[in-house]
């Protein structure tokens, strides 16, 4: 990302935004950002931009323009409130807006110009990996619906690719079909392997036992009640799963292990640390629930 915040030279400014915007917009779409340090709104969509253009695999760029030290560009191109960003596409603006988008929106903007940008010449397997870690990214901050189109995209192409799939495979469980996941990952060879699987298989095993409760207040009254009944705990979790309570079932699968961690053959503590496993050994959330979990273990 370029920043033109700090050059006090008009013809220092010009050359840069000569450099950064208009030959860069040559092979990318670049978006300028015109902010300033004391607008609110700017802090909020400046982020925003930068998770959008990290997630286009290099297609887009941003250059950050400093509308205080920068008067004469801010003037050229007629900027009369801030935050606004104008997108350039083969050295020329096409299109731009005012305020402070949300992310989903401004994902649509960049999108949508990407279309008129052909990807660049370069070594496929960075484009692929740049690829695999956007729709992870998506995936990440609970965007199912686009990951699963990203990575449906890349299996399409790539069928062997066990990332790939695996993580198509997730997607789908995030939108609610692990049969589909299944289904999925039923296209890699037996022999298969990457960390990534038992991660996606777990999620898939998780989203299974995952069932409904139709009075889901009445069972965890049940539980309040008889801390004991440790069958009831874990079914109790997997309600709460399945309505998407991910801290409230690790919550009472900890109070049950608590308890007692042999109960019910340790069904408790079998089902938190598939659980953990499908967050992903990196996920600073699993990490907090391991913490908890030793503590209970080791105390």
Partial sequence: MASLSTPQADKASIAAFKRDVIDGSRDALVLVDFWAEWCGPCKTLTPILERVVAGSGGRAKLVKIDVDTNQAIAAQFRVQSIPTVYAFVAGQPVDGFQGALG?????????????????????????????????????????????????????????????????????????????????????????????????????????????PVDDLAGLAARVAADPDDHAAAVELAGGRLAAGERDGAADVLLASIARDRTANDGAAKARLLKLLEAAGFADPWAAAVRRRLSTILFS
């Fill in 103 to 211: 992310e989903r929106e401004v994902k649509a903007f960049v999108d949508r110009l990407l279309a008129a940008v052909p990807p660049a010449a370069g070594d496929p397997e960075t484009e692929i990996k740049e690829m695999i870690a956007a729709a992870n990214a998506a995936l990440d901050e609970g965007a199912a619906t686009e990951a699963a189109e990203m990575f449906g995209a890349l299996a399409q192409e790539l069928p062997d690719r066990v990332e790939v799939v695996a993580g198509y495979a997730r997607a789908l469980v995030a939108l609610g079909q692990p049969a589909a996941a299944e289904a999925a990952l039923a296209v890699l060879p037996a022999d298969a392997k990457d960390p990534t699987l038992a991660q996606t298989r777990a999620a898939i095993a998780l989203a299974k036992e995952a069932t």
